[in-house]
């Protein structure tokens, strides 16, 4: 069995139960201007695409649904249908601007599942490449992100706005 280490989430996983709030809420709420600063880089009129704060890649994004619940039950067919949508254009866009070799998408639903934030639902798209494994995490305890956030913000940023009609 492979065991994946993520020792750089550790400073996010014991945050979590000291937030108040919801942070995906407080980030679709922002007005256009500060979409930026709250690494939003997408909103529709039942969900959005979101940079993740603690990347497990470069790129890691997650689609969310503007209501707040925890159930995938809970969305109705609109805003199941528009997350869809919006997967399609963010794959579009990863692979314009990182040239990934695949992708991890999917839920954590629930504490036991990796969920950080049980109670709003999203769903994770993580850029993976070839060898993008290494010692590092492992020996070092250390993740290497080769790009700060808000240049991949700013990248994929211009590459989903020539994307959309």
């Not at 159930?71 to 528009?82: A, G, I, K, N, P």
């Not at 579009?92 to 709003?120: D, M, Q, W």
């Not at 995490?137 to 808000?150: N, R, S």
Request: proline content about 6%; hydrophobic content about 40%.
């Amino acid at each position: 069995m492979r065991i994946l280490w993520a020792p750089w989430r550790r400073k996010y996983v014991e945050s979590v139960d000291e937030r108040e709030g919801c942070f995906l809420c407080e980030a679709v709420s922002q007005p256009r201007e500060r979409w930026r600063e709250f690494l939003v880089l997408h909103v529709e009129k039942r969900s959005f695409i979101i940079l993740n704060k603690y990347p497990y890649n470069s790129g890691h994004l997650m689609i969310v649904p503007i209501t707040h619940t925890g159930s995938y039950e809970d969305l109705d067919r609109e805003t199941v249908l528009e997350m869809d949508s919006l997967l399609r254009l963010s794959l579009r866009a990863l692979k314009e601007v990182f040239s990934p070799h695949g992708f991890n998408i999917g839920y954590n639903i629930g504490r036991p599942a990796g969920a950080g934030l049980e109670t709003h639902i999203h769903m994770h798209v993580v850029p993976r490449w070839n060898g993008d494994t290494n010692f590092m995490p492992v020996i070092g305890k250390t993740k290497v992100i080769p790009e700060d956030l808000f240049s991949t913000y700013d990248r994929l940023k211009e590459a989903l706005e020539r994307m959309l009609p």
